[in-house]
């Protein structure tokens, strides 16, 4: 199942980006979407997820600047990044954990990344 990450881009400290993430191909069903993060010399981290009920999950760090959508009619998750600070520099990854029918079992995948700088 492919997913199409999108949004990326060079932004000043204080500014705003949104992200997108759209899954494509066989899916019957999407449980958790969420985004990740990785930065230079870190661990990859997780920032915000969300169920397909929409319950949503937030790291300590974005709490109150970030905020995770979906809309389950595209298969798509959004990330709008708000107050954004030098140390959000990283490159950003959705993941969704996908049913390709109701026999499968659900597995996790990931999109190929989108670049995220925040720097004046």
């Known amino acids: 199942v492919p997913l199409q990450a999108s949004g990326g881009g060079l932004v000043q400290p204080g500014g705003s980006l949104r992200l997108s993430c759209a899954a494509s191909g066989r899916i019957f069903s999407i449980n958790n979407m969420g985004w990740y993060r990785q930065a230079p010399g870190k661990q990859r981290e997780m920032v915000a997820t969300?169920?397909?009920?929409?319950?949503?999950n937030y790291a300590d760090s974005v709490q109150d600047r970030f905020t995770i959508s979906r809309d389950n009619a595209k298969n798509t998750v959004y990330l709008q990044m708000n107050s954004l600070k030098p140390e959000d520099t990283a490159v950003y990854y959705c993941?969704?954990?996908?049913?390709?029918?109701?026999?499968?079992?659900?597995?996790?995948?990931w999109g190929q990344g989108t670049l995220v700088t925040v720097s004046s």
């Open positions: 993941k969704a954990d996908v049913k390709r029918s109701w026999s499968e079992p659900a597995f996790d995948y």
């Open positions: 969300t169920t397909s009920g929409g319950r949503r």
